[in-house]
């Protein structure tokens, strides 16, 4: 009786979507009447013998590892740049988050004046200081479309990262570091034998965090590019949107969804499983 109102709201919220998904998946069915005939699996068969979709499996792929092992690197840095004596910390620290708390709206139009080919301001810099001998269509071609997708992502999507190491930073005992010290150890042996071990625990969950979150982005690629030039950043986030709105294929979409459903299941499992082990860790 206890648990009867969350699990009410889970099966309303939860399992009656996925289970509506999963159902319009078998289906041949039209976006605007939401009526078709069943087909059972045909369209996940169609859909792994499709380019189309091992293209945007690809394309996501790609799109996650790069811009989650960007977001790791740059956010280990510069956590560890405001966990030291830096002058104005307390407004670095403010300022960092400033592009995770910008809307990715807005943050995507900016981008796209910065990067315009005839009268972006990064083009201009770049060709009056002679770096190029012409404009670089950042987005209107491969694989500058990527690239700079990546990039914007990295630097929209990096603060999250800042957060949760700085945290964990301010957690550690000074007199490890201070018998370091003691014993000859430099600022690199120091981070790697002090700072990455008491690091790992939340390295481990924001990476399978940030991979899940990035798996699934799709404002931000959508907005930047719309998937192309020529599908090169249609993620499956965006092949979803295209069959299941300007083709007007619900089933296909909602079979694509399922599908990055159970590819997500694997970073569930992981994530859940680590939550199990710090849990174990805990009470030992």
Do not use: C
Request: without cysteine; aromatic residues 14%; neutral net charge.
């Amino acid at each position: 009786m206890l648990i009867a109102p969350t699990m009410a709201f889970f099966l309303l919220l939860v399992a009656y979507p996925l289970f509506q998904a999963f159902w319009i998946s078998l289906h041949e069915m039209s976006t605007l009447t939401l009526t078709g005939p069943f087909v059972g699996l045909a369209n996940y068969s169609r859909l792994l013998a499709s380019e189309q979709f091992w293209g945007a499996l690809y394309t996501s792929a790609v799109w996650t590892v790069s811009s989650v092992l960007l977001q790791t690197a740059l956010g280990i840095a510069i956590a560890l740049a405001l966990h030291g004596p830096l002058f104005g910390r307390t407004f670095a620290r403010g300022l960092v988050l400033f592009p995770y708390l910008l809307t990715t709206a807005v943050a995507v139009l900016i981008w796209r004046w910065l990067l315009n080919d005839l009268y972006g301001i990064i083009n201009y810099v770049i060709l009056e200081y002679e770096i190029v001998d012409r404009p670089i269509a950042w987005l209107g071609r491969m694989p500058n479309a990527m690239i700079t997708v990546v990039l914007i992502g990295t630097w929209k999507l990096f603060p999250f990262v800042v957060i949760a190491v700085l945290a964990r930073l301010q957690t550690i005992p000074l007199h490890l570091y201070e018998a370091a010290r003691i014993d000859g150890a430099n600022a690199l042996e120091r981070f790697w034998d002090i700072t990455l071990p008491q690091l790992r625990g939340v390295l481990a969950l924001v990476l399978v965090l940030r991979t899940i979150w990035d798996f699934k982005e799709f404002d931000l690629i959508y907005l930047m590019t719309g998937g192309g030039p020529r599908r090169g950043t249609e993620t499956l986030p965006l092949l979803v949107y295209q069959q299941s709105f300007p083709e007007l294929q619900a089933g296909r979409g909602a079979a694509v969804a399922v599908l990055m459903l159970l590819i997500m299941l694997v970073f569930f499992a992981v994530y859940f499983r680590m939550q199990a082990a710090d849990e174990e860790r805990d009470r030992r």
